[in-house]
């Protein structure tokens, strides 16, 4: 599974981005999507994700700030933020999980893409 990330720049504080993920397999066929971050000097942590329930959840620091989507017909995952922050600069990265299961047993696979730089100045 390849992610390709895009959408990713520089911002003023308060203004907005849209970061996109194309994903190389169906999302119907990708357990959860999800979208990390990582700030220099810090670990990476997860923003958001969507299962394939379609609910949606989010760290509280972006909450109501950051929506998660996905768009079947386009293999695509998008993440609209909003309101940005200088906190909100870093590195963001797609993420596909993918649970597979046989005769013996179940696998967990997961996938990343090569990130995308957010910067928000102040």
């Known amino acids: 599974v390849q992610l390709v990330e895009s959408g990713g720049g520089l911002v003023q504080s308060g203004g907005s981005l849209r970061l996109s993920c194309i994903s190389s397999?169906?999302?119907?066929?990708?357990?959860?999507l999800g979208w990390y971050r990582q700030a220099p000097g810090k670990e990476r942590e997860l923003v958001a994700a969507?299962?394939?329930?379609?609910?949606?959840n989010y760290v509280d620091s972006v909450k109501g700030r950051f929506t998660i989507s996905r768009d079947h017909a386009k293999n695509t995952m998008y993440l609209q933020m909003n309101s940005l922050k200088p906190e909100d600069t870093a590195v963001y990265y797609c993420?596909?999980?993918?649970?597979?299961?046989?005769?013996?047993?179940?696998?967990?696979?997961?996938?990343w893409g090569q990130g995308t730089q957010v910067t928000v100045s102040p």
């Open positions: 993420n596909a999980k993918i649970v597979v299961r046989t005769i013996e047993g179940e696998s967990k696979l997961e996938y």
């Open positions: 397999e169906s999302l119907w066929n990708i357990n959860v």
């Open positions: 969507i299962p394939s329930d379609g609910t949606t």
